[in-house]
């Protein structure tokens, strides 16, 4: 079992940057695939970033190619995104999620991860 633990959201113009952190506590942090998901008011969750257990394979929304960046430091236990030129569209609460049970590769299904976090606000202004 896992537990996960976002932080890093708040308040930001629109252009502007955000890095959420997702720490990981329990064991073998290293053998989990890792997802970013968000939620926007009335809307469903949806897929944002997601990552293999080896870091190899990364995969992203359309929405956010080219402006998020995903990664991860097995020794920390810690799942990073990094959100660049942040639009009104990214505000959402902002979900980590881990599965230890997928071969390597990167999986974008919100139905595929056991574990998620509380969750972290994102507010982008216009």
């Known amino acids: 079992q896992v537990q996960l633990v976002e932080s890093g959201g708040g308040l930001v113009e629109a252009g502007g940057s955000l890095r959420l952190s997702c720490a990981a506590s329990?064991?073998?942090?290293?053998?989990?695939?890792m997802g970013w998901f968000r939620q926007a008011p009335g809307k469903e969750r949806e897929f944002v970033a997601a990552i293999s257990w080896s870091g190899g394979n990364i995969g992203y929304a359309d929405s956010v190619k080219g402006r998020f960046t995903i990664s991860r430091d097995n020794a920390k236990s810690t799942l990073y995104l990094q959100m660049n030129s942040l639009k009104p569209d990214d505000t959402a609460v902002y979900y980590c999620?881990?599965?230890?049970?997928?071969?390597?590769?990167?999986?974008?299904?919100?139905?595929?991860?056991?574990?998620w976090g509380q969750g972290t606000q994102v507010t982008v202004s216009s």
């Open positions: 999620a881990a599965n230890s049970r997928l071969p390597e590769g990167y999986y974008s299904g919100s139905y595929l991860y056991d574990y």
């Open positions: 329990g064991r073998a942090f290293s053998s989990y695939a």
